[in-house]
């Protein structure tokens, strides 16, 4: 079956540092990759999406890379900000159906001023 | 961008009763939504699919006795969580997507609900 894997791990780096987080899959290539932030007790809010063919894509302080061939996607913030800590979660279409969404289960980041 | 709001955000229950969350397109319309669930320091399990007009689809595990799912208009996605129990505490959250648009695009969530069950 498809999975998604995060670092479970919590990321603590020093505010102006630049963040990567990471997200790995198994077993099917997905037609576009997105990430998502959540806060504690909120639902997520959409950050970027990457399409197969596009290898990276950037939105002001964020980067998002997709290699297809290692089945990984980065995410990288650069400038850290302490209102950047957050859980960072990536999301995939099962099998491309159309709408649905599975999701990793999510890096924390904190960031220290 | 496009919202979508979710109520109640909290509710606390008695073991045994029925609990009905809904979750609203506002500023677009949505034929179809979904449900997940996320347990502390876990990520969002897919609960279901809510289709406009027609049957829910549920994923696999999901008893669809228990959580009941009713999409009767564009705008519009009820789950209700029949005969609760403690175990079905937890963070309850939908999402849809614009139906105008392509459907690889962002999903839009709504803010959860925290249930607790006594």
């Known amino acids: 079956s498809q999975k998604i894997e995060q670092n479970s791990e919590a990321l603590n780096i020093q505010e102006g540092k630049t963040a990567t987080l990471t997200c790995n899959y198994t077993n099917y290539s997905p037609a576009y990759l997105q990430w998502y932030r959540q806060d504690p007790g909120r639902g997520p809010v959409f950050l970027l999406l990457i399409r197969e063919n596009e290898k990276e894509k950037r939105k002001e302080r964020l980067k998002v890379t997709f290699d297809t061939t290692l089945k990984q996607s980065l995410f990288h913030i650069t400038a850290s900000q302490p209102a950047d800590s957050a859980t960072y979660l990536c999301?995939?279409?099962?099998?491309?159906?159309?709408?649905?969404?599975?999701f990793g289960q999510g890096t924390e980041l904190s960031v220290k001023p | 961008g496009a919202v979508v709001s979710q109520h109640p955000s909290r509710v606390i229950c008695k073991s045994g009763t029925s609990v009905k969350i809904e979750c609203r397109s506002l500023?677009?319309?949505?034929?179809?939504m979904f449900w997940y669930r996320q347990f502390p320091k876990q990520s969002l399990m897919l609960m279901a699919t809510s289709n406009e007009g027609s049957k829910a689809t549920y994923e696999q595990g999901v008893e669809k006795d228990k959580f009941l799912i009713n999409h009767a208009s564009l705008t519009l996605s009820t789950l209700t969580v029949t005969s609760a129990h403690p175990e079905d505490s937890s963070f309850y959250i939908c999402?849809?997507?614009?139906?105008?648009?392509?459907?690889?695009?962002?999903?839009?969530f709504g803010q959860g609900t925290r249930l607790t069950v006594v």
């Open positions: 999301a995939l279409p099962p099998y491309n159906q159309g709408g649905k969404l599975i």
């Open positions: 999402s849809a997507r614009d139906t105008g648009e392509q459907i690889h695009t962002e999903a839009f």
């Open positions: 500023d677009f319309q949505a034929t179809t």
